[in-house]
């Protein structure tokens, strides 16, 4: 067979497999939003650092490279600096309480606490400090687009979703602070904005969820760094 009509063919089998698919996305990808967020308040989340509950109060400390720009040997010392940074930086906004109580060599020293604020949204996944808000509602179905998985091999689907985010705090609102996290502000607006999610296509009809924007974890940008309020 011509290799022109083999390529044709094959684009028409994927069009048959995207274009008149019939899965009820919309509601699958809702149930499974609420399902993982049950309280509607767990769908974006702000990574402050590797501090677990039982760790406060909690003292910074200073590790030596931590001014230097990120990379594999200063990674860890590059997160240490901003962590004591997005301590400071949520201390401003009622989510801790911070107490001065030494230095070495020449940097300040802090003790934190949770306030009843940062209790409030305070999240302990993977045993750190997060603040977390929001539920994901999703408007719509774009289309979708089936690829292979590069890692392991099989397909890989993407559907393509407009979606919008409902109990939103009024402190998420602050520009710095969706800014910081590198979230768009439709996250604070509660506009509509895109984004997808990703199934591992099984066949026969099913598939299995693999990943999507809700529980979304994200770390700070430094406060040296430029793009910071790029967005």
Known sequence: MN??????????????????????????????????????????????????RDMYPYTTYHMEGEDLPFSEKTQISFHNRVKNENLHF????????????????????????????????????????????????????????????????????????????????DWVKEPAVYQRYRYPKEVATGESFEGFHSYRVLGKGKLKSIAGVNRRYQWASPNDDGDEKAE
């Open 3 to 52: 290799k022109r009509w083999v390529m044709a063919l094959l684009s028409l089998m994927v069009l048959g497999l995207t274009g008149c698919d019939s899965y009820p996305y919309k509601t699958d990808i809702q149930e499974i939003y609420d399902r993982n967020n049950k309280s509607g308040n767990k769908a974006i989340c702000m990574m402050v650092g590797d501090i677990k």
């Open 90 to 169: 949520f201390t401003e906004r009622g989510f801790f309480t911070e107490e001065w109580v030494g230095e070495t060599d020449g940097k300040p020293l802090y003790r934190y606490d949770l306030t009843d604020l940062g209790r409030q949204y305070f999240d302990g996944f993977r045993n750190q400090t997060n603040f977390c808000f929001g539920r994901i509602v999703v408007d719509s179905i774009k289309r979708t687009k089936d690829g292979i998985n590069g890692i392991g091999g099989g397909t890989i689907r993407d559907v393509y979703i407009t979606y919008h985010v409902e109990n939103i705090p």
